[in-house]
């Protein structure tokens, strides 16, 4: 009921590709979806955030697609740089305040 | 402070050790964060503090884990009798009062245990 599935393992692209990875959740009481992006020896960073009651945000080239019905979420990456490379996790919360996050996505991009 | 501070980066215990790692959150932030990632994963939630207040302790894995936040500012999680399982980076995290705030995470600690 907590778990939140991300996929792919990892991706391959090459500079300016669209990298999309996938998230789905079964808990229906998470109303907070963020993305974070995580760099070899550092903590995550906050990437993007959206809420259930939008289907789509955009911050730069980073675009969060939500589809509350199927209960998924995607990130994709516009024009990706090899700056990007990074692993990216999805997450989830609810009142509980705590993120339950997906197993990740080790993203390279290639120059 | 301009970040998650997180103390030592880099911790060898022997098994058994008992060991003590801290967090010091962003100035003013009320809700703090243990999660522990192991090496691959996705981190995953131990402990959340509101102020002084232990409000969920629902993912530390054994009695062996313990935290505390006394003064509602600076927090310690200790883990007695280390195991060889416990190798992990445990990342403290903070963010202000509110839904949706956005939770910032510290550089994590590397505990690894031989």
């Known amino acids: 009921q907590q778990q939140v599935k991300q996929s792919p393992q990892s991706l391959i692209v090459q500079k300016g590709g669209i990298p999309i990875i996938n998230c789905a959740y079964e808990?229906?009481?998470?109303?907070?979806f963020p993305w974070y992006q995580q760099f070899p020896g550092k903590g995550p960073a906050l990437l993007i955030a959206?809420?259930?009651?939008?289907s789509e945000k955009k911050e730069g080239r980073f675009t969060i697609s939500f589809n509350k019905s199927a209960k998924q979420f995607s990130l994709h990456i516009m024009d990706s740089q090899p700056g990007d490379s990074a692993t990216y996790f999805c997450?989830?919360?609810?009142?509980?305040?705590?993120?339950?996050f997906g197993s990740g996505t080790q993203l390279t991009v290639l120059p | 402070g301009a970040g998650v501070s997180q103390s030592p980066r880099y911790k060898v215990a022997k098994r058994g050790q008992d060991v003590a790692l801290r967090c010091d959150p962003i100035?003013?932030?009320?809700?703090l964060f243990w999660y522990q990632q192991a090496l691959g994963q996705g981190p995953e939630f131990l402990t959340y503090?509101?102020?002084?207040?232990?409000?969920?302790k629902s993912g530390l894995p054994s009695d062996r884990f313990f935290a505390e936040r006394p003064e509602g500012s600076v927090s310690t999680l200790k883990i007695q009798r280390t195991q060889q399982e416990d190798s992990a980076v445990y990342l403290c995290?903070?963010?202000?009062?509110?839904?949706?705030?956005?939770?910032?995470f510290g550089e994590g600690s590397w505990l690894t245990v031989v």
């Open positions: 100035s003013g932030h009320v809700s």
């Open positions: 808990n229906t009481a998470f109303d907070y």
């Open positions: 995290a903070s963010s202000s009062q509110g839904w949706g705030n956005t939770i910032y």
């Open positions: 503090f509101q102020n002084e207040a232990q409000l969920d």
């Open positions: 997450a989830a919360s609810g009142s509980a305040r705590q993120l339950t």
């Open positions: 959206i809420r259930p009651d939008v």
